[in-house]
């Protein structure tokens, strides 16, 4: 069964940094791109960042306008073998507004788009 695992989320004070991973399992098919949503309560879903895949193997990147000065997002692409992929969200100087579930998902080459459950980011002091 395709599944996105999220982990690296907690509370952390204003200034702080936390690291977020996606780990995909199950998968049939290839990235074409893993990247991150959020949502604050009582706001709509919003875009962080986004990892692609070009072709040729190389990659694009796509931020929000939200954190994109202060986001990196990286991947730890499986090998040929196994199409499970990893995303890495670093964020730095987080804010208090920074506080939402953040989400993973994953595009693949054939089929719908996979959900993380959501893991909970808390910027707080």
């Known amino acids: 069964q395709e599944r996105l695992v999220e982990s690296g989320g907690g509370l952390v004070q204003p200034g702080g940094s936390l690291r977020l991973s996606c780990s995909a399992s199950g998968t049939s098919f290839r990235m074409l791109t893993m990247g991150w949503f959020r949502q604050a309560p009582g706001k709509q879903r919003e875009l962080v960042a986004a990892?692609?895949?070009?072709?040729?193997?190389?990659?694009?990147?796509?931020?929000?306008?939200?954190m994109a000065d202060r986001v990196t997002i990286s991947s730890g692409n499986a090998s040929s073998d196994n199409p499970n992929d990893t995303v890495y969200l670093q964020m730095d100087n987080l804010k208090f507004e920074d506080t939402a579930v953040y989400y993973c998902y994953r595009d693949p080459s054939v089929g719908p788009r996979l959900w993380g459950q959501g893991i909970q980011v808390t910027v707080s002091s």
């Open positions: 990892l692609t895949t070009t072709s040729g193997g190389g990659e694009s990147r796509n931020f929000g306008d939200s």
